[in-house]
């Protein structure tokens, strides 16, 4: 059966969201032992997006689209699939209670425009949504195409992944097949390009397993694919001895639930004192369930004035090395420790852009990163390519990851 997704949002094709959504149903077709063979991005143009649907549906089976279910006026691919099919649209009075109780539940009214998302195409059945207003669709033979099937997805991926695992999957049961696995290995530290290379030989001594890099801003995804459990596992031994440190973790996680689990084990506690990152690390930590076990708090130290008040950086030191440097940092890592009395203490400077900062010494792409611990300070300096919210995003990915390190 030939599969493709479609990521339906203007935003998709900025730099600022990416469609994680696919990749996902990807892995979850695969344990299904099925696989898609088009992924494809689009923006809410109607026009695009009819032209699109038409292709789609004349060279696939079944097509499976994330994204614009929602209630405002670029929300089309309901409206535009009916449009393909000259199907009616017509409302569900069960989703329209459904959207009723969802804000009555809130005590709020549903503004007038939430109600076309309880409008439905005549044919197709509607996937109740237990954690919003907009219900997904399976259009089976739409008129005029039959044994093609439809499914439309809301965008969020809370809501997308609910309503796969709940009563997407049930539907296509019946056509799985031997089910592919997956080897997840999470790689911190390192470019995508120096583990491509580092990794070539053992990728073709297990090349019998499907193999895929993936590279994000925070850490890079090395993805093993087979039938074969066994061969999988021999993988995973061979790769956790070859990557040693730069390993995270295999299989779910991340590096910021990898650092959580390492300080909750030890019984440890960290304080953060963040400038150039300002959130980023502590909101990848409290992102992880139970992250109060371990953090105990994170000062957002943005100016010279909040460094000296905070995390307690002497304002001589300020004067004489300037708010981004390696001693600054240093100081701001100890200064919180001391302040919040946890274990470690862990701190950022840095200038990411887009201009530069006449305060300190730091080019654009400029990071400091400092941790103190019962064993002293240590320290570390990078220089990061890319636009202002991506070296803030690796700069925190890559602090947590230096921690993890001096934890292992």
């Not at 965008?155 to 089910?179: S, T, Y």
């Not at 305060?359 to 103190?372: D, F, K, N, S």
Request: aromatic share 6%.
């Amino acid at each position: 059966m030939r599969i493709e997704c479609i990521a339906i949002g203007s935003e998709l094709l900025s730099t600022g969201r990416l469609d994680t959504n696919s990749v996902w149903i990807t892995e979850r077709l695969g344990r299904l032992g099925l696989s898609i063979h088009r992924k494809t991005a689009i923006g809410d143009d109607p026009e695009d997006l009819r032209t699109l649907f038409r292709e789609a549906i004349h060279r696939s089976e079944l097509v499976i689209c994330t994204g614009g279910l929602g209630p405002t006026f670029d929300d089309l691919t309901k409206e535009t699939w009916a449009e393909v099919f000259g199907a009616e649209l017509v409302e569900d009075a069960q989703i329209r209670e459904d959207i009723l109780a969802f804000y009555a539940a809130r005590e709020r009214v549903p503004p007038e425009s939430n109600f076309k998302q309880a409008l439905v195409p005549v044919g197709a059945s509607i996937l109740r949504n237990p954690f919003g207003t907009a219900p997904a669709i399976c259009w089976d033979s739409p008129r005029g195409y039959p044994g093609r099937r439809i499914i439309l997805l809301p965008g969020v991926p809370l809501e997308m992944k609910q309503i796969w695992e709940g009563q997407v999957e049930a539907l296509l049961a019946p056509h799985a097949k031997a089910a592919v696995h997956s080897l997840r290995m999470v790689v911190g530290s390192v470019p995508e390009s120096a583990l491509d290379e580092r990794t070539r030989p053992m990728r073709e001594q297990h090349g019998d397993l499907e193999w895929t890099i993936l590279a994000g801003v925070s850490h890079v995804e090395l993805v093993a694919r087979g039938a074969d459990l066994a061969r999988l596992d021999a993988a995973r031994k061979d790769f956790e001895q070859e990557l040693g440190q730069d390993l995270v973790c295999v299989g779910e996680g991340s590096i910021e639930s990898t650092v959580l689990g390492l300080l909750q084990a030890r019984g440890e506690t960290l304080g953060v004192a963040e400038s150039v990152t300002g959130g980023f690390i502590s909101t990848k930590l409290v992102s992880v369930p139970g992250a109060s076990r371990a953090l105990l708090g994170d000062a957002i130290t943005y100016s010279a004035g909040a460094k000296t008040q905070l995390a307690g950086v002497p304002e001589e030191l300020l004067l004489v090395h300037g708010t981004v440097s390696d001693a600054t940092t240093r100081a701001m890592a100890e200064g919180i420790r001391a302040h919040l009395g946890a274990t470690w203490g862990l701190a950022t400077t840095g200038n990411a852009g887009p201009s530069e900062d006449g305060r300190g010494p730091g080019p654009v792409g400029t990071i400091h990163i400092a941790l103190a611990g019962p064993d002293g300070t240590y320290s570390i300096r990078y220089s990061f390519p890319g636009f202002r919210s991506d070296i803030q995003s690796r700069a925190a990915a890559w602090a947590l990851d230096f921690l993890r390190r001096r934890l292992i």
